[in-house]
């Protein structure tokens, strides 16, 4: 009913920049916000950044000043600049959707199938 792909991933030097996307396809009603979650092995799941209603964004103090969300709804897809990268900053990246699928009551969320980060030193 609905598909997240992902692309932009990939290995980068320390300092340099990336951009995801995140398109959105399928039976949508509306979305309602989209975003980015990152896992590192042996690390928690953490949120990235959020673009919610109205194109409101909220970010991870750790990213904050060096990424940027946007999102164009014409497309239903979703883009994370990423600046200034750091180690620190490697992990897999998954984009989610908070949707609302025609005929059904209801937001669900729905997740990409991932791209991986890597940022070396």
């Known amino acids: 009913q609905v598909q997240l792909v992902e692309s932009g991933g990939g290995l980068v030097q320390a300092g340099g920049s990336l951009r995801l996307s995140c398109a959105a396809s399928?039976?949508?009603?509306?979305?309602?916000?989209m975003g980015w979650y990152r896992q590192a092995p042996g690390n928690q799941r953490e949120l990235v950044a959020v673009?919610?209603?109205?194109?409101?964004?909220n970010y991870a103090d750790s990213v904050k000043g060096r990424f940027t969300i946007s999102r164009d709804s014409a497309k239903k897809t979703a883009y994370l600049q990423m600046s200034s990268l750091k180690p620190e900053d490697t992990a897999a990246y998954y984009c989610?959707?908070?949707?609302?699928?025609?005929?059904?009551?209801?937001?669900?969320?729905?997740w990409g199938q991932g791209t991986q980060v890597t940022v070396s030193s």
């Open positions: 399928g039976s949508i009603s509306s979305i309602n916000a």
């Open positions: 673009i919610t209603n109205g194109g409101s964004a």
């Open positions: 989610h959707a908070d949707a609302l699928v025609r005929y059904w009551s209801g937001t669900k969320r729905y």
